[in-house]
């Protein structure tokens, strides 16, 4: 059959045998699209039915969480692990606690996962987990007994050569510390069974840096081929958390100037660079809305989200030439992509998982926008989980210096096959195909060798 015809049935049959997921769907047709000149080359992945087994999880856990929140009331979410594919090592991916979760959200981040893991050439299987719990307005007494509750399933589930997870939106270094004591409590095993451990306690230096710090040596190598750099250059940046700060601070390293940052109630824009300072303490340490930065900057302007226009993120109006959306997913559309191009932006580095829509890239790639895919772009994260993995099974722990290099090493090496793969098949600089060939090649390959499983 037709490759086409073929990669069009299968997602046919996907929204079929899995009603109500359409971000999944959005993942599987953008990986299965850039796939179809591969497929065409190599039949064996057809022979041995590869597309159809990889957009089937090997395995989802779902369940209660059940916890009890400060009045004494008992309180319900739904817990997730969604185990998709163990070719190339175990399970990897990061927990995401947010009111929006449910079972498509999480099914599309670990489909990606698989093939960025894969990509960072590191042996990392693909998965991702998390609850529609909102820690928004929770207590720290509850933020913990929450934790503690959805550990108390999960831990039946991973473990250090079958399944790791780390932080993704909603969780971080102090989600991952309750649920590490939760599972050392219930299994009495010191073991690397999550990543973005405090550094005390088997965490490894620069993993809370990594994912922002990877975006920055990524955009820096994509734009290098095109003898062009960030330095005194313009940026804006979506988002506020984990990834966007370290995003923020290794920008200023380079010499851009990083001038906005948003959060789920609205976004500031600071014409001479955001005060990291500032930022840092608003966000990690007082866990507050960027309204208290505009407070303290009376420079900066702040647009709440009521003011944006219909449609709209008001952070793409601001003219820039590198943009790093880094909050969540499908935070550019059409019309930003279209006022992106207008103001001259020159590329986009995704931080946040699919943060552009399927129209958005299309868009780019018609418009000579350089794009830098998530799955590329912001595999420093997960790349560093593993370096905390490796340091944990040896016992060792290195400096700083000696993970931010690997990390470096690790970049070029995503960046570099992605655009070596976008050579080999006649789409020079099409770095999403090339990362999704890339990525895809090893597991499916893998995924042969180990036979009907
Ligand atoms: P954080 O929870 O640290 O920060 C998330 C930020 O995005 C916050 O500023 C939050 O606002 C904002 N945000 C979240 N959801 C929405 C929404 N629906 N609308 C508007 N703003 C929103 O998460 P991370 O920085 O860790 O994750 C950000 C993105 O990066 C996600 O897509 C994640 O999957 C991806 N990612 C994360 C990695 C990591 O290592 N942490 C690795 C690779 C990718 P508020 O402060 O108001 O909640
Ligand atoms: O999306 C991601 O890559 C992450 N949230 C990080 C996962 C990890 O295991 O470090």
Redesign the pocket.
């Known amino acids: 059959m037709e490759i086409k015809k073929r990669v069009a049935e299968i997602l046919k049959s996907t929204i079929a045998s899995t009603p109500g997921q359409p971000e999944f769907y959005q993942a599987v047709e953008e990986v299965l699209t850039s796939l179809e000149p591969l497929l065409k080359r190599e039949n064996k992945y057809e022979k041995y039915n590869i597309i159809e087994r990889i957009v089937i999880p090997e395995r989802q856990i779902l369940f209660r969480v059940t916890w009890i929140d400060d009045k004494g009331k008992i309180q319900t979410n739904i817990g997730y692990r969604v185990q998709f594919n163990s070719a190339i090592g175990p399970y990897k991916g990061?927990l995401?606690?947010?009111p929006?979760v449910n079972l498509g959200i999480i099914k599309f981040?670990g489909f990606e996962q698989i093939f960025?893991n894969s990509l960072t050439g590191l042996p990392i299987g693909g998965g991702k987990g998390g609850s529609d719990f909102d820690?928004?307005g929770k207590s720290e007494g509850e933020i913990m007994r929450f934790c503690r509750a959805f550990m108390e399933e999960l831990f039946k589930h991973i473990g250090p050569n079958k399944d790791v997870p780390?932080?993704?939106?909603?969780?971080?270094g102090r989600e991952i510390g309750y649920m590490f004591g939760m599972y050392k409590r219930l299994t009495n095993n010191f073991e690397g069974v999550l990543t973005?451990k405090g550094l005390n306690w088997g965490g490894s230096l620069a993993?809370t840096e990594?994912?922002?710090y990877g975006c920055v040596y990524f955009a820096e190598n994509f734009l290098n081929k095109y003898d062009e750099f960030l330095k005194n250059k313009i940026c804006t940046i979506?988002?506020?958390?984990?990834?966007?700060?370290y995003t923020i601070e290794k920008l200023y390293t380079v010499g851009a100037i990083p001038v906005t940052?948003?959060?789920?109630?609205g976004m500031i824009y600071d014409k001479n660079g955001i005060n990291l300072e500032t930022l840092k303490r608003v966000?990690e340490v007082e866990?507050k809305?960027?309204v208290e930065y505009a407070k303290e900057h009376p420079n900066a302007v702040y647009t709440p989200?009521e003011k944006y226009e219909k449609g709209r993120?008001a952070v793409w109006d601001i003219p820039c030439f590198a943009a790093f959306p880094?909050?969540?997913?499908n935070?550019v559309n059409l019309a930003d992509a279209k006022v992106l191009h207008k103001n001259g932006c020159r590329i986009v580095v995704e931080?946040?998982?699919?943060?552009s829509t399927l129209e958005a890239i299309s868009y780019y790639q018609e418009n000579g926008i350089l794009f830098a895919p998530?799955k590329a772009a912001?595999?420093?994260?997960?790349a560093?989980?593993q370096l905390e993995m490796s340091q944990n099974a040896s016992m060792e722990s290195w400096t700083f210096e000696e993970v931010d290099a690997k990390l470096h090493g690790i970049m070029k090496h995503i960046f570099d096959l992605s655009y070596e793969t976008s050579m080999e098949f006649g789409e020079k600089g099409n770095i999403l195909l090339g990362a999704n060939i890339a990525g895809f090649r090893k597991v499916a390959d893998s995924m042969i060798e180990q036979g009907a499983v």
């Open positions: 990061g995401r606690f947010h929006s981040l960025k820690p928004k780390a932080g993704d939106i909603g969780v971080g973005g993993r990594a994912t922002g979506s988002g506020s958390g984990n990834v966007a700060t940052c948003s959060d789920s109630r966000k866990r809305s960027l989200i993120n880094s909050a969540t997913q935070e931080g946040a998982n699919m943060p998530a912001n595999a420093g994260g997960v560093t989980s």
